[in-house]
């Protein structure tokens, strides 16, 4: 099979410049290259697999790991280690675990509502920054009168 040397060449390049913040893009741009290839069967789809697993299980990330094994060819190149580690990382992220309970999404709702309500009247308005004096008032206490 003739490799598509243009996509190996700008999914490699772009790979390596890679960020955390773009794992999931690039694990699922580099899984579609190897589909675009052929698969894992051959080795250039093969060693980019190996290089997302290895990325993946590196950064932690909970999505890029549901990619990965979402994958039967990917899941079959995965050491008992491996695969150990990204059942790990999807664990503690729980995907896949379903939805919060509505009465647990309620409460959490009306929490982050109190809260943003708190937060607004300490700190005012974002658009409005708290006014500061020209003259700054000495501090009530000092780092020596808190060791007392």
């Known amino acids: 099979?003739?490799?598509?040397?243009?996509?190996?060449?700008?999914?490699?390049?772009?790979?390596?410049?890679?960020?955390?913040?773009?794992?999931?893009?690039t694990t699922r741009l580099g899984l579609t290259v190897i589909d675009a290839c052929g698969g894992t069967a051959h080795s250039h789809p093969c060693a980019i697999?190996?290089?997302l697993?290895?990325?993946?299980?590196?950064?932690?990330?909970?999505?890029?790991?549901?990619?990965?094994?979402?994958?039967?060819?990917?899941?079959?190149?995965?050491?008992?280690?491996?695969e150990d580690a990204l059942r790990s990382i999807a664990g503690l992220c729980a995907l896949g675990r379903g939805n919060i309970p509505g009465q647990v999404q309620d409460q959490l709702t009306a929490a982050l509502s109190v809260a943003r309500e708190n937060i607004s009247q300490h700190i005012g308005s974002p658009r409005t920054p708290p006014q500061r004096s020209s003259q700054?008032?000495?501090?009530?206490?000092?780092?020596n009168s808190l060791q007392n």
């Open 1 to 25: 099979m003739r490799w598509p040397r243009a996509v190996l060449g700008a999914y490699l390049n772009l790979a390596a410049a890679s960020t955390a913040e773009l794992l999931v893009f």
């Open 49 to 51: 697999a190996h290089d």
């Open 53 to 82: 697993i290895t990325r993946v299980i590196r950064l932690r990330d909970g999505y890029a790991t549901r990619e990965l094994l979402a994958r039967q060819d990917c899941r079959a190149l995965l050491t008992a280690e491996e």
């Open 136 to 143: 700054v008032a000495a501090p009530a206490c000092s780092a």
